[in-house]
């Protein structure tokens, strides 16, 4: 039994959920409890559980609303979960605990077999910004970054961020798209080298589609990277607490829980909320 400490507010899933376009999905039905970015602290553990009440953990979700779904069910202020699924984390990292979800879906985008790091990543949201700080932490050299809102343009550690008006390259060897723009397929190819990869990070709700020939010409790529694994999450974790990777400034706003409602209209509305969390701390 884990009381939630922090939960953070998903751009991607729960903004699909909040306008009505997140596309079937397994567990989808309503009513349900979003959430797979949640920190809290082990109140109860079995024998069995490998946990140690008092433990800070990073919670991904959640099964135990009876006849309401967990969709993922991080959000809410008590869950209970098998033991395996409560991956205890470092106390410094705190409420960052909270990106583990994104860092690991930034790891596995990175390291599916025969990839190569990035040399340009598309978007300079929290994602983003994960992509790059960790492609750097993994050895590779510090990849381009486009963003055309000037609000996210700031932020950068040791890459550059650029608006892709002002990029003449066309030889990018791997470009890592977390936009989830559907209508950015043709210009991405178009800035491919010979034989280079376009890897699709983010989610996309509308039908993707390139035009033939000039994705022909350079012999192009296509990867889709899917759901987080365990090992990503775990290397992210070690990857985090080791301080390899940062996750400092990522957060950008927090709310109480009892204002819910305006901390999910300022995550999906303003264009300065990177990452959003919910304090499920301050007493209801």
Known sequence: MVDICWSGISTGTERLLWTGKMPMFPGMG?????GYESVGRIREAG????ATVGDLVFVPGAKCFGDVRGLFGGAANTVVIPGAKALVVAQHLGADATLLA???TAHHALVAPHAKLPDLIVG???LG???ARMTIALGGAAP???ETNADRADGALGYPVVDPSSDPRRDYQTICDVSGDAKLLDTL???LAIGGEIVLAGFYSERLDFAFPPAFMREARL???AQWQPQDLLAAQQLAETGALSLAGLITHRQPVASADSAYRTAFGDSACLKMILDWSTPQ
């Open 102 to 104: 994104l860092a690991a």
């Open 30 to 34: 309503y009513p349900l409890v979003p």
């Open 144 to 146: 381009t970054v486009w």
């Open 124 to 126: 300079h949201g929290v």
């Open 129 to 131: 910004r994960l992509l």
């Open 189 to 191: 190819i178009g800035r």
């Open 223 to 225: 990867r889709v990277a």
């Open 47 to 50: 024998n069995h559980s490998g």
